[in-house]
T-cell receptor, first 104, second 113 residues
Framework: GIQVEQSPPDLILQEGANSTLRCNFSDSVNNLQWFHQNPWGQLINLFYIPSGTKQNGRLSATTVATERYSLLYISSSQTTDSGVYFCAVNKLTFGTGTQLKVEL | DSGVTQTPKHLITATGQRVTLRCSPRSGDLSVYWYQQSLDQGLQFLIHYYNGEERAKGNILERFSAQQFPDLHSELNLSSLELGDSALYFC????????????FGPGTRLTVT
């Protein structure tokens, strides 16, 4: 089956910093979503982005399907951004996530 | 709030028992998906139903079964429970059969003692 790799596995930021999370996948995709799992376990939809670029406030995402990767940008990070960020493809196959901690 | 509801939120039971988890999809969504999140296996796809019919199976054990009812709610039945079945079980829904955004419920946290 398709493999999904995310990097970095862990990230610690100071509040206000910017970051880029990467998702690589091993085969073509027809679905790609980014999720944030908050410390209470809730999975929150960030983007549905099988291709192209989208922005939502301080977050944006880009998927280059032909090169089999997607990027999630977080700007001006806040402590509430802490949690695990997952990329998931197709039906869905999840990556192992990026654990983000934003400190004051 | 995603619009997907799951009950119960928490469930504690003993090994060998059987439990049923319930999911109601968002209004208008025909697809329901079940996922298991455990510490050692991460988030794994279990099974997908579309409009009452099974569409795909993932890493679902034979001790587990699911169904989607005419009103589109779904139930995941877990039997002969083992300690390793302790996990967070998520339900998700989407409008279409294959290529649509999935919305996740809050999950059911199952603890097997």
């Amino acid at each position: 089956g398709i493999q999904v790799e995310q990097s970095p596995p862990d990230l610690i930021l100071q509040e206000g910093a910017n970051s880029t999370l990467r998702c690589n996948f091993s085969d073509s995709v027809n679905n790609l979503q980014w999720f944030h799992q908050n410390p209470w376990g809730q999975l929150i939809n960030l983007f549905y982005i099988p291709s192209g670029t989208k922005q939502n406030g301080r977050l944006s995402a880009t998927t280059v399907a032909t090169e089999r990767y997607s990027l999630l940008y977080i700007s001006s990070s806040q402590t509430t951004d802490s949690g695990v960020y997952f990329c998931a493809v197709n039906k869905l196959t999840f990556g192992t996530g990026t654990q983000l901690k934003v400190e004051l | 709030d995603s619009g997907v509801t799951q009950t119960p939120k928490h469930l504690i039971t003993a090994t060998g028992q059987r439990v049923t988890l319930r999911c109601s999809p968002r209004s208008g969504d025909l697809s329901v998906y079940w996922y298991q999140q455990s510490l050692d296996q991460g988030l794994q796809f279990l099974i997908h139903y579309y409009n009452g019919e099974e569409r795909a199976k993932g890493n679902i054990l034979e001790r587990f079964s699911a169904q989607q009812f005419p009103d589109l709610h779904s139930e995941l039945n877990l039997s002969s429970l083992e300690l390793g079945d302790s996990a967070l079980y998520f339900c998700a829904s989407s409008v279409g059969r294959e290529r649509y955004e999935q919305y996740f419920g809050p999950g059911t946290r199952l603890t097997v003692t």
